[in-house]
């Protein structure tokens, strides 16, 4: 390296200075290039030139590196699998294909039929490959040793260099020893992997989610999971284990109610199942068929275990990863920050005069060294020129923005062609160049482009139709071909063709353009020139008619967007596809060298398994693209134990399987694709944030535009600067007038409710009593308040009047009512004159309101038990008032199994009565409501209730009353209560509430803005199918009887569509794709770009904008609410502090609280109580205010603290041993050691429950003395409980859940220990027949231990809250589900049953789904719950099409629930549970830090917008001057980045002291 050395220009004079100078300079360049790359150097070598003449090589040949490990993985793709060269004698240097080198002869290994590169050549490759690994990582070595080792410095990680060597010596070596001595197995899953494994962008990634915070926040919630897993296969077991009963036949073959519930481990293994996939159906299917109770059992697994936890322990380890990215992209902005000004430091100290700017000179000579570095791009000179001349000066403040443009790809061109433009060019050059946004001839264009498009749909459709299109149509695409051949003319005629060919769309134009007209030509050359037959490949030319829809949609701009969003978000998320990448790779190759050779057609071990009957001999692992294509399809779907069960079967590593595919879904599934698409939906709302700020920004100035008129444009540029300063200026002298307040409010320390009643409790316990409390607050909606609560006060401070009377009662009774409509976030600007009476009207209201939900859950119940319509029909003669079985209430022909709920359904004439009751109920809530409304509030303009709310609720409850009546007595076929019933329940206020914010235009724009594109691809990608597939009906294999097809699903465009449809949204593309797989591996092709585009793309888009949108607006509903409320309890305050205007008066306020908790909705709080709290917080200010009503609106009351002992035996009370007891059982309070005590009993107990339980699962006899033990422990609780209630009082003990929960458990515990020993025979006959059961109250113990930890404690609190926090959602999702539950049982019932003749060949026969019925509204609502939880299935449309008159509806009705349901309500619901845990995890954790002021989208866009006006002026000035074209690449053009990248800098250069920063570099 010392005969080479950096050219730093010719300017330099004398050698030693300069030598120096060079130095510096190649330093400064190196800690900027470090500090953009996120490297941390501290130290650099003294022989800095040497160091980097290397570091330029190991850079270069870094490049050679990464194609090297691309060509290992094409290597691996088309190398001979392992288990091939057993079975052929081939050459080792002979091509041949697949099929003559993987040769089974009794069958058909299914291989991916590309040709394999030869074993001999392979490992020429492989060598070659490896002798660049090897070089690339001894270079790394060198520099490392030889530069930077000396000075103590780390500069690269020593361990991976290790590694890289080993890796690529260990893979010559096993590649060697195959090739020589065919070895059984090789080790390319290591190493391979390996290499792969420790490129940088996966070593980050790796790190950031794999260590131990992310293990910690994973296990935290994972426990839960597997817990309740564990928990429910104990129950399974215990109540199931020992039920041996045939419940049904499938295939022939007996299935049992215990299937795969007969031990605890395959009752485990089988809740996992349930738990992860969507086999939950398969799970617990025999034990609901045979009793429908079991039904309650599995609804309360699914919703803990699959709605709840699993949800939740994903999410939990997506957000721990987005944290832990967020942190290190701070890190890595702060060492950029750090190594950008490191880099001007060092640059200013090589002119000492230059002061605190960068001369020219020395700028453009850093410039120079700084683009030569192979990973930075080349900056022309010319543009570094034109930067430092925009600039003015290179200073420490616009250091910054400098190096971001210098990081920018920039390339130049020459304007006008070589000889100039001609006079015709020059009078073409306005129409294609301006306007700038879209050039008048971009116009002219786009326009033609339409109308081929137009044409392209018309020879579309003939060609599907199989019609032979018009003679003109081949001419017209001709004149179109040589209109696309003058497009390019005429722009290649305005610009040189440098400027032309350095815009990736016009690159694209040209290379359509000359393909297509080269098509268009085709059919007109005469059949001599034709070197292949038009006629073979017609097909696949018609699909070069994409080509042409292409250049259309790609002028939209919202295709534009999309098509950058998406560019982006690969782009940003290329360290998450390595490693999902090689996750893949290792399980591919791991798979190959295992499984090879032992899955195909033909092997007799696969008979009768799942995998020979689904026909999934494609998804094996004979070569390294077949077992890609089988772990691809593992990632969309969820678990399958399918080829597991054919793995164990075949081979003789089949046991293994069983630990890799589990492995594969965890790693691969539940961890790496669930970031990826976290990733990807997160990325994509930034950027639509971004995109929609900046509309609504470029809206807002043309606004102001249009309001100021011209007059501001003379000003240009530096008008706007002047502007931005002076808005910056009066907002820091706001800030500073505001802080000069008296009041000081903004420093006001948080109110904490908590410590508040913790400090309060010393006061109660001086009057022997205790304060209980609970609040429910939502998370983060207390700041939001107080916030709120502050703008409030700052500007009513100019407002204040002088002292008055104090406040009447009158105007308690009004505050009062404006505090509680603050609490229930109701907005009124006026009140009612007679305040005092329209309040207790509204009382009256409330009463009835209270009485109103009531009927309206009785209305439900009643549904659920009433005899459902067509039951009426089959029994016109039965009794209206006699309870009977319902069996006898619904029968079906044949003697066919309707398989009903067995639910006894309530007898007509009574169900008549109960309904009229509740309907009167119902009218009278609406009545009184209409009454107060019309008497109190309509005479000053208020609204109090909607109006349209109330007739719909008159209408809907009279209907219902009708309906029944008729239907009562005229045994109508069909019963409307779907409508009456449904519309009672989707006017409850929480529904309208949910609703409105669901679906309204906004919300809905959202959904449309990315739906449009999922189903332009589905139908694009169907036409393109039907083009290729239409005529490719060779037969894949037999299903049964039936011959399938090749294009099965793909022969028409409504076919392709619903098959596409289907393939988008759910697992069902599997079965879809099988057909044309099979017979065409190539297709493969087609179906992974659809999968990624569609369903891992597009589909998670529609779903997550949806989402999104609906979070956005929750946030900005909780900001409406918290303004109001602020609003309504500072009205309260001036109301009442009418006598004293900076205060609430003591006596005031006390009737105010009094007054308030007379509210039927509000809680009451004695008066004594509310003196103690009002003493606490002193004086009641306009500050304290809010906080004192955020005390009194939580249930709050105090109980007396001593047992009736206290008064009752005095003597006994102040016994010494006694007073020990006592203090025992209160002290310490967080944890009382009586407490203590009791916990470690429950811990020996749960032990003896779970030796009893090993005896129980095995049928051994238990020991006698574990029934000793029973009755030891049960006596134990009850002790514990007397001990509590002889120190505590029966109020103090009560107020507690825990203790609550206790008292039941116990006497339950204790009557279930004592049965076995009561000298009643009938007792002891019962016993045997309920001892599963009983059994069952083990549990009970199990969850008194479980209560006493913490996380239990936390996670209970915190899924209450959730469940009270999203009841509205909640509310929506059953209301959606009584809807179309309601809807099907009177459409469907009594069509589904066993014995039904049209259904005995349906899927929905032969996997016995006869329980998912619409016979009475119980089954129809298990029937759509199931739908909820999976996929979109179509076997329920499948089987009413064929069994009912009304089946053809079906298509639209589960289609409809699985988009309003599945894809929108329950999305929405996990999504909301999901951000209310972690703000909830937040909070618990006391996670209060402050954070910086949000900024606003201007601010964060301004630093990007000020580098592009850079980059425009440079580019006017190259043209200008030079008669050069710039263009440029942002290296990141995210706003945020650029705003956060600045706010770094500014943060480092901004001296927290006053005397700067020592680098120290």
């Known amino acids: 390296h010392e005969a080479r050395s950096l050219d730093l220009g010719a300017d330099m004079v004398s050698a030693t200075p300069l030598l120096s100078r060079k130095a510096q300079v190649v330093k400064a360049a190196w800690q900027l290039e470090n500090a953009i790359l996120g490297k941390r150097v501290e130290k650099y070598p003294k022989d800095i030139q040497a160091a980097r003449l290397l570091h330029y090589d190991c850079m270069r040949f870094n490049k050679w590196y990464y194609r090297a490990l691309l060509a290992l993985v094409l290597l691996t793709l088309f190398e ?207 034990t609901i068929t045979a009793s429908r ?603 066919g199994n309707p398989y009903l709920s067995n639910v006894w359904y309530v007898p007509p004439g009574w169900g008549l009565l109960i309904e009229i009751i509740i309907e009167l109920i119902i009218l009278r809530k609406f009545l009184l409501n209409w009454s107060l409304e019309r008497k109190h509030f309509a005479p000053i303009g208020v609204q109090y209730h909607d109006r349209r709310v109330i007739i719909a609720g008159l209408f809907f409850a009279v209907g219902s009353i009708l309906d029944t009546l008729v239907f009562t007595f005229f045994r109508v076929p069909l019963r409307f209560t779907w409508i009456f019933r449904t519309g009672l329940l989707f006017i409850l206020p929480g529904v309208q509430r949910v609703y409105t914010l669901i679906f309204n235009r906004r919300m809905i724009g959202e959904f449309s803005s990315v739906a449009v594109f999922f189903v332009g691809t589905v139908m694009f990608f169907a036409w393109v199918a039907v083009t290729i597939f239409k005529d490719l009906d060779t037969p894949a294999y037999k299903n049964e009887e039936e011959v399938i097809t090749a294009n099965k699903g793909l022969a028409t465009l409504s076919k392709a569509t619903y098959t596409l449809f289907v393939s988008g949204i759910g697992e069902g593309f599997v079965d879809n794709l099988l057909p044309s797989f099979v017979v065409y591996r190539s297709s493969g092709v087609f179906w992974l770009l659809f999968l990624v585009i569609g369903q891992i793309l597009l589909l998670n888009l529609v779903i997550d904008a949806f989402v999104a949108a609906y979070l956005k607006g929750s946030e900005e509903l909780q900001d409406r609410k918290a303004e109001l409320q602020a609003q309504s309890i500072h009205d309260a305050f001036k109301t009442l502090s009418v006598g004293a205007p900076t205060h609430v008066e003591e006596d005031v306020f006390l009737e105010f609280v009094e007054d308030l908790g007379r509210s039927p909705r509000m809680y009451p709080i004695e008066r004594k109580t509310a003196k103690i709290l009002i003493d606490q917080f002193g004086e009641v200010t306009e500050e304290k205010f809010l906080d004192a009503c955020r005390v009194i609106q939580n249930p709050v009351w105090a109980a007396p603290k001593d047992s009736f002992l206290r008064s009752w035996a005095p003597v006994f009370w102040e016994e010494p041993w006694f007073k020990w007891i006592r203090q025992q059982v209160w002290e310490p309070r967080e944890l009382p050691a009586f407490d203590k005590f009791m916990n470690q009993v429950l811990l020996l107990n749960l032990l003896q429950v779970v030796v009893q339980s090993a005896y129980n699962l095995n049928n051994m006899p238990q020991p006698a003395l574990l029934d000793v033990l029973d009755l030891i422990f049960a006596f134990a609780y009850v002790g514990e409980v007397l001990v509590k209630l002889s120190v505590k009082s029966w109020a103090e003990y009560c107020s507690f859940w825990g203790n609550k929960f206790d008292f039941m458990t116990t006497w339950l515990l204790l009557f279930t220990t004592l049965l076995p020993y009561l000298p009643f025979a009938t007792v002891q006959a019962d016993l045997k027949h309920y001892a599963n059961i009983l059994r069952l109250f083990r549990l009970v113990r199990v969850v008194k231990q479980l209560k006493q930890f913490p996380r239990v404690q936390f996670m209970v609190a915190t899924i209450s809250r959730m469940v009270n926090a999203a009841g509205d959602i909640l509310q929506l999702l059953g209301v959606l589900l009584f809807f179309f539950s309601t809807l099907s049982m009177n459409l469907w019932g009594g069509v589904l049953y066993e014995g039904h003749p049209g259904l005995e060949e349906t899927l929905y026969a032969k996997k016995h789904l006869y329980i998912f019925n619409f016979n009475d509204f119980g089954m129809a609502f298990i029937t759509f719950f199931s739908q909820l939880l999976s996929e979109y299935v179509p076997e329920n449309a499948t089987a009413l099409q064929v069994a009912s008159k009304w089946g053809n509806i079906a298509w639209y009705v589960f289609p409809a629930f699985y988009l309003l349901g599945v894809a929108i309500i329950f999305e929405i619901t996990k999504a909301f549970t999901i951000e209310y845990y972690l703000a909830i995890k937040e909070e618990a954790e006391d996670d209060d830090e402050e954070g910086e002021e949000e900024a606003s989208g201007s601010e964060v866009r301004q630093e990007l917008e000020d580098q592009l006006k850079v980059m425009e002026k440079v580019q006017s000035r190259l043209e200008g001057k030079n008669n050069l074209s710039l263009f440029y690449t942002m290296s990141n053009d995210s706003y945020m980045f650029a705003f956060e990248t600045k706010k770094a800098y500014d943060k480092v250069i901004t001296p927290e002291n006053g005397n700067g920063h020592d680098h120290g570099h």
């Open 80 to 286: 001979v699998p392992a288990w091939c060269h057993g079975t052929n004698s081939k050459d080792i240097w002979s091509w041949h294909p697949g099929s003559d080198r993987c040769v089974i002869e009794e069958g058909d290994p299914f291989l991916s039929g590309i040709w394999y590169v030869p074993p001999g050549y392979a490992l020429i490759v492989e060598i070659c490959i490896e002798i660049v690994v090897l070089r690339k990582f001894l270079l790394d070595y060198e520099l490392e040793v030889t530069h930077f080792t000396p000075q103590g410095e780390k500069f690269q990680n020593t361990s991976i260099i290790f590694w890289g060597w080993f890796l690529a010596v260990g893979s010559i070596i096993d590649t060697a020893l195959f090739t020589v001595f065919r070895v059984p197995i090789r080790l390319t899953f290591l190493f391979r992997t390996g290499l792969l494994f420790i490129l940088p962008g996966v070593q980050s990634l790796f790190s950031s989610i794999f260590n131990l915070k992310m293990f910690t926040e994973f296990m935290s919630i994972s426990v839960f999971l597997w817990g309740t897993m564990l928990f429910f296969a104990w129950i399974s077991v215990t109540i199931f284990g020992s039920w041996h009963t045939v419940v049904y036949k499938e295939d022939g073959e007996n299935v049992y109610v215990n299937k795969d519930l007969d031990s605890l481990s395959s009752a485990f293994y089988s809740m996992f199942v349930a738990a992860v996939t969507g086999e939950y159906v398969d799970v617990f299917l025999p």
């Open 293 to 895: 109770s079991a039904g309650l059992l599995w609804f309360m697994f699914l919703i803990l275990a699959k709605v709840l936890f699993e949800s939740l322990t994903l999410d939990t380890l997506v957000s721990a990863y987005i944290r832990g990215a967020k942190q290190s992209k701070e890190q890595s902005l702060e060492i950029r920050a750090e190594g950008t000004l490191a880099a001007f430091e060092t640059l200013c100290s090589i002119d000492a005069e230059g002061g605190h700017a960068i001369p020219k000179e020395l700028f453009l000579e850093f410039v120079n060294v700084f683009s030569r570095s192979p990973t930075m791009h080349r900056v022309p000179m010319e543009c570094a020129d034109a930067v430092f001349a925009e600039m003015g000066s290179v200073t420490k403040e616009n250091f910054s923005k400098v190096c971001s443009l210098l990081d920018s790809d920039m390339m130049v061109a020459p304007t006008e062609p070589p000889g100039g433009r001609s006079s015709f060019a020059e009078m073409l050059k306005h129409y294609v160049t301006e306007p700038k946004d879209t050039p008048a001839f971009d116009k002219l264009m786009n326009n033609v482009l339409m109308v081929n498009l137009v044409m392209v749909i018309i020879e579309s459709y003939y060609d599907l139709n199989n019609w032979e299109p018009p003679v003109f149509t081949g001419y017209v695409e001709l004149v179109f071909s040589f209109i696309y051949l003058g497009e390019v003319a005429v722009k290649v005629t305005v610009r040189s063709w440098d400027v032309y060919w350095l815009s990736g769309a016009n690159r694209f134009d040209f290379f359509t353009t000359i393909l297509l007209l080269f098509t268009s030509l085709l059919p007109y050359l005469p059949n001599s020139v034709m070197p292949f037959d038009l006629q073979h490949y017609a097909n696949i030319l018609r699909l070069l008619r994409l080509l042409r829809v292409l250049k259309q949609l790609k002028s939209m701009r919202s295709v534009q967007f999309l098509a950058s969003a998406v560019t982006k978000m690969v782009w940003a998320a290329g360290n998450i596809l390595l490693m999902l990448g090689c996750v893949v790779f290792f399980f591919t190759t791991l798979g190959v060298n295992l499984f090879g050779g032992v899955l195909y057609k033909g092997n007799p071990h696969l008979e009768h398994t799942e995998y020979e009957e689904k026909h999934w001999f494609v998804f094996n692992f004979n070569d390294t693209p077949m077992a890609f294509a089988l772990f691809f399809t593992q990632l969309l779907c969820e678990y399958v134990p399918v080829n597991a069960e054919a793995l164990e079967k075949t081979s003789r590593w089949g046991s293994v399987a069983w630990l890799i595919f589990p492995l594969f879904y965890f790693i691969g599934v539940a961890i790496m694709f669930e970031i990826l698409l976290a990733f990807t939906v997160e990325a994509y709302i930034e950027l639509r944030e971004e995109n929609e700020n900046e509309e609504e920004e470029e809206e807002e100035e043309a606004a102001e535009q249009d309001g100021h008129g011209h007059g501001h444009e003379e000003h240009g540029h530096g008008g706007g600067h002047e502007d931005h300063a002076h808005g910056h200026a009066d907002a820091h002298a706001a800030h500073a007038a505001h802080g000069e307040d008296g009041h000081g409010h903004e420093h006001k320390a948080k109110f904490d409710i908590d410590q508040f009643f913790e400090e309060v409790q010393d006061k109660f316990e001086e009057q022997d009593q205790v304060v209980h409390y609970y609040t429910q607050d939502e998370p983060n909606f207390p700041k939001l308040l107080q916030e709120a609560f502050e703008e409030v006060m700052e500007k009513s401070r100019s407002g204040r009047g002088k002292p008055h009377p104090p406040a009447t009662h009158l105007e308690i009774a009004k505050a009062a009512w404006q505090t509680e409509n603050a609490m229930c976030h109701t907005e009124w600007a006026k009140y009612p004159e007679d305040c005092a009476a329209a309040r207790r009207d509204h009382f009256k209201l409330l009463q009835a309101n209270k009485l109103y939900y009531k009927a309206v859950v009785a209305l439900v119940i009643l549904t659920f038990c009433e005899v459902p319509p067509w039951c009426h029909l089959r029994s016109p003669g039965q009794d209206m008032w006699r309870w009977v079985s319902p069996e006898e209430w619904c029968h079906v022909p044949n003697g």
